[in-house]
T-cell receptor, first 111, second 112 residues
Framework: DAGITQSPRHKVTETGTPVTLRCHQT?????MYWYRQDPGHGLRLIHY???????DKGEVSDGYSVSRSKTEDFLLTLESATSSQTSVYFC??????????FGPGTRLTVL | QKEVEQDPGPLSVPEGAIVSLNCTYS??????FMWYRQYSRKGPELLMY????GNKEDGRFTAQVDKSSKYISLFIRDSQPSDSATYLC????????????FGQGTILTVHP
């Protein structure tokens, strides 16, 4: 698992509430990524980080923001959750940009 | 059209069969190709990683890339029930350097 943990592992929330998911890594990898996985769409990149305080948007970034204040932590925030954001969220890290290692996932349900 | 297309299956084979999993991609700039295996309710784990065209073998697994036809394959020899999982292909390169583009994933079941 490349020393990647995600918290919480499961969350149920209501539409309109803010939600923050945390990814923590112990590998000192420079690059970190947030993906969502949905049936019929596979894994899609939300945001990624190429260093502390350096982040950029991915394919499906609308409605999400991220922050990275330390090498080991990458936070994903849903400012106002919607039902379309019900998904499984995966964090990934990479030391060399090509091979990415994934965390166990967070299952989020927005009612 | 998605940049990486993968038949979602499901694919069901008997134990011991040779399995062929395939993807096509449309972005000529892709140069790095990966296969991930994902068990139910787990995160994807990297199986194989190849650069440009050619074959790469690791035990029972062989990854093949044909850049001329934009075709990516994963072969599993002597398949086992423990190989039952979803297999995801991914590609990277060009302006998407550092960002993986995934196929939908193929669900594989190997029955005893």
């Amino acid at each position: 698992d490349a020393g990647i943990t995600q918290s919480p592992r499961h969350k149920v929330t209501e539409t309109g509430t803010p939600v923050t998911l945390r990814c923590h890594q112990t590998e000192n990898h420079r690059y970190m990524y947030w993906y969502r996985q949905d049936p019929g769409h596979g894994l899609r990149l939300i945001h990624y980080s190429y260093g502390v305080k350096d982040t950029d948007k991915g394919e499906v970034s609308d409605g999400y923001s991220v922050s990275r204040s330390k090498t080991e932590d990458f936070l994903l925030t849903l400012e106002s959750a919607t039902s379309s954001q019900t998904s499984v969220y995966f964090c990934a890290t990479s030391g060399g940009r090509h091979e990415q290692f994934f965390g166990p996932g967070t299952r989020l349900t927005v009612l | 059209q998605k940049e990486v297309e993968q038949d979602p299956g499901p694919l069901s084979v008997p134990e011991g069969a040779i399995v062929s999993l395939n993807c096509t991609y449309s972005n000529s700039a892709f140069q790095y190709f990966m296969w991930y295996r994902q068990y139910s309710r787990k995160g994807p784990e990297l199986l194989m990683y190849t650069y440009s065209s050619g074959n790469k073998e690791d035990g029972r697994f062989t990854a093949q890339v044909d850049k001329s036809s934009k075709y990516i394959s994963l072969f599993i020899r002597d398949s086992q029930p423990s190989d039952s999982a979803t297999y995801l292909c991914a590609s990277e390169g060009g302006t998407s350097y550092g960002k993986l583009t995934f196929g939908q994933g193929t669900i594989l079941t190997v029955h005893p």
